[in-house]
Protein backbone atom coordinates (compact mmCIF):
# COMPACT_ATOMS: atom_id res chain seq x y z
CA UNK A 1 0.00 0.00 0.00
CA UNK A 2 1.37 3.44 -0.86
CA UNK A 3 2.13 5.95 2.08
CA UNK A 4 1.45 9.46 2.02
CA UNK A 5 4.36 9.98 -0.84
CA UNK A 6 3.28 7.35 -3.18
CA UNK A 7 6.51 5.31 -1.65
CA UNK A 8 6.10 1.89 -0.12
CA UNK A 9 4.82 1.31 3.02
CA UNK A 10 6.87 -1.68 5.05
CA UNK A 11 4.17 -1.35 8.34
CA UNK A 12 7.31 -0.72 10.55
CA UNK A 13 5.38 2.04 12.25
CA UNK A 14 2.50 -0.15 13.75
CA UNK A 15 5.39 -2.31 15.42
CA UNK A 16 7.27 0.82 16.91
CA UNK A 17 7.23 3.52 19.69
CA UNK A 18 7.93 6.81 19.24
CA UNK A 19 9.12 9.01 21.86
CA UNK A 20 9.51 12.99 21.47
CA UNK A 21 13.21 14.16 21.75
CA UNK A 22 14.36 16.61 23.29
CA UNK A 23 17.93 18.29 23.59
CA UNK A 24 20.16 16.98 26.22
CA UNK A 25 17.76 13.92 26.97
CA UNK A 26 19.10 10.30 26.51
CA UNK A 27 18.68 6.96 27.04
CA UNK A 28 20.28 3.46 27.48
CA UNK A 29 18.82 0.86 24.81
CA UNK A 30 20.12 -3.19 25.77
CA UNK A 31 21.12 -5.17 23.24
CA UNK A 32 18.73 -6.55 20.46
CA UNK A 33 16.46 -3.63 20.65
CA UNK A 34 15.58 -2.80 17.29
CA UNK A 35 15.72 1.11 17.08
CA UNK A 36 16.50 4.20 14.94
CA UNK A 37 18.14 7.39 14.88
CA UNK A 38 15.67 10.35 16.07
CA UNK A 39 15.45 13.62 13.95
CA UNK A 40 17.61 15.83 15.97
CA UNK A 41 21.79 14.74 15.97
CA UNK A 42 22.00 11.54 17.23
CA UNK A 43 25.01 10.57 19.29
CA UNK A 44 25.16 6.63 19.51
CA UNK A 45 28.41 5.23 21.42
CA UNK A 46 28.77 1.69 21.61
CA UNK A 47 30.70 -1.16 23.59
CA UNK A 48 32.83 -3.41 21.90
CA UNK A 49 31.47 -6.33 20.61
CA UNK A 50 32.18 -9.07 17.84
CA UNK A 51 28.52 -9.23 16.77
CA UNK A 52 27.04 -7.15 14.17
CA UNK A 53 23.03 -6.74 12.99
CA UNK A 54 21.56 -4.34 10.72
CA UNK A 55 18.14 -4.39 9.80
CA UNK A 56 17.18 -2.30 6.43
CA UNK A 57 13.60 -1.08 5.02
CA UNK A 58 13.21 -2.54 1.68
CA UNK A 59 10.42 -1.46 0.75
CA UNK A 60 12.53 1.12 -1.68
CA UNK A 61 14.53 -1.22 -2.62
CA UNK A 62 14.09 -1.99 -6.56
CA UNK A 63 14.67 1.70 -6.92
CA UNK A 64 18.21 1.07 -6.01
CA UNK A 65 18.75 -2.13 -7.30
CA UNK A 66 17.82 -1.26 -10.82
CA UNK A 67 20.69 1.06 -10.81
CA UNK A 68 23.40 -1.61 -10.26
Not at 15 to 37: D, E
Amino acid sequence: MPGPLGRGDNGILDLSKAYRLKPGTGWLIPPCVLHAPGSLVTYEPQWGSDVFGMYQSWSRAARYLARC
